[in-house]
């Protein structure tokens, strides 16, 4: 198993401003996504965070809103850039190994945008 | 594409008893899992059971168990003996090879002392 810390927990953000989301493997994952959980809602793949290359995105979303880096195989980062009040939601990242079916996952970041 | 299907955005059950949440999905995919997680409020996703889907037995963990039907593409969790630490919201699964998940809309279950 592995153990996938997320920080902040939660924010609450000004219109405009962007917030970095950090998630952290306590060992080392093949496959790490990000998802958006907006309010009573399911989860949606954003994109998969690829190590040493660009992220892929899911229709819908693009990297110039939501730029993802991953630079090794324990971290990576969403932005959530120029926010509206729209993009309030929890934002989770999971993080899998290649042949292996589990999936692990983060608390979440709740971030809500006024 | 795949979807994932859950029909009953909510549902109770009494302390002790048994309920039954439904799932059905829709992929062209041969290979491939399905999933139960379970969501309480600190928000934390928690596998609940997973099923292979070359398998042929319905797999079973503890109190959880599931009635996968392949031909009619329906993956159905019965939980047993409920309790109140069961209270939280399901989501049923799809994963395709490369760990992408999809998810349904989710059940949101309460269990009632």
């Known amino acids: 198993s592995a153990v996938i810390s997320q920080k902040p927990s939660r924010d609450i953000c000004q219109r405009g401003t962007s917030l970095t989301i950090q998630c952290q493997v306590d060992?080392?994952?093949?496959?790490m996504f990000w998802y958006r959980q907006q309010p009573g809602q399911s989860l949606t793949l954003i994109a998969t965070a690829n190590q040493g290359s660009e992220a892929t995105y899911e229709s819908g979303f693009v990297i110039d809103k939501f730029p993802i880096s991953r630079p090794n195989l324990t971290f990576s980062t969403l932005t959530v850039s120029n926010m509206s009040p729209e993009d309030s939601s929890i934002y989770l990242c999971?993080?899998?190994?290649?042949?292996?079916?589990?999936?692990?996952f983060g608390q979440g970041t709740r971030l809500t945008v006024v | 594409a795949q979807t994932v299907t859950q029909s009953q955005p909510e549902m109770s059950v009494q302390e002790a008893e048994t309920v039954t949440l439904s799932c059905t999905y829709d992929t062209s995919e041969s290979n491939y899992y399905l999933f139960w997680y379970k969501q309480p409020p600190s928000r934390q996703m928690i596998l609940v059971i997973r099923q292979e889907a070359y398998k042929q037995q319905n797999a079973t963990e503890n109190r959880f168990s599931v009635n996968f039907q392949k031909a009619a593409k329906s993956f159905s969790l019965k939980i047993s003996d409920s309790q109140l630490g069961d209270t939280a919201m399901y989501f049923c699964a799809f994963m395709k090879p490369g760990n992408q998940f999809y998810f349904g809309t989710g059940t949101s279950l309460t269990v009632i002392p």
């Open positions: 999971s993080g899998g190994r290649q042949g292996n079916t589990e999936a692990f």
């Open positions: 060992s080392q994952v093949t496959m």
